[in-house]
């Protein structure tokens, strides 16, 4: 059981931090020079607790995968993007996995998949 929401959290991080990767590499940290004082902001915020910022960031829109885009342009290292990313990420793709094991044998005896 859990070595697939293991699995299913590996391949999540991989997904991310390979798209986050691509963007910085692209677009650097563009975000650090915006003139919007609403932007500038929310910014200092989540340089001022980047794991926890990108945490909470992917807890709450974990399926908004353009959030990665804004988050590789923004003012965060590397590692604390993986850090939070793997907290953030966490409940959702452990739940999941673990929900989808717990669905199989219904779905077994409805005969939805074999």
Request: a positive charge; proline letters at 5%; charged letters at 15%.
């Amino acid at each position: 059981r859990w070595l697939g929401a293991v699995v299913a959290h590996i391949g999540a991080l991989a997904a991310v931090v390979t798209s986050f990767l691509t963007v910085r590499a692209v677009g650097g940290r563009v975000l650090s020079s915006v003139p919007s004082e609403r932007v500038r902001r929310m910014l200092d915020k989540l340089e001022g607790a980047p794991v926890r910022g990108v945490a909470m960031i992917w807890a709450c829109f974990w399926v908004v995968p353009y959030i990665n885009y804004a988050i590789a342009i923004a003012p965060v290292t590397l590692r604390d993007y993986v850090l939070g990313s793997a907290i953030g990420l966490a409940p959702w793709t452990c739940g999941l996995a673990l929900a989808f094991d717990a669905a199989l044998p219904l779905l077994e005896r409805a005969g939805i998949v074999s």
